[in-house]
């Protein structure tokens, strides 16, 4: 499970670089936002729920 949060906080500002550097592709920002959020709300849920397995 951490691999995937951590490949989904790459994938957020990957797709938020490219976004602010091509204004056209706009879109691209929004998709790294929840990206990001959706990163950042996993790993406090791991955080918080203690994380009871071990990986």
């Not at 994938?11 to 602010?20: E, N, P």
Request: hydrophobic share 75%; net charge positive; proline share 2%.
């Amino acid at each position: 499970m951490n691999i995937l949060v951590a490949i989904i906080a790459i994938a957020a500002v990957v797709l938020l670089i490219t976004g602010g550097l091509a204004p056209t592709l706009n879109f691209l920002i929004w998709v790294g936002i929840a990206l990001a959020v959706i990163a950042v709300i996993v790993f406090l849920v791991r955080y918080i729920g203690g994380g009871k397995r071990a990986v």
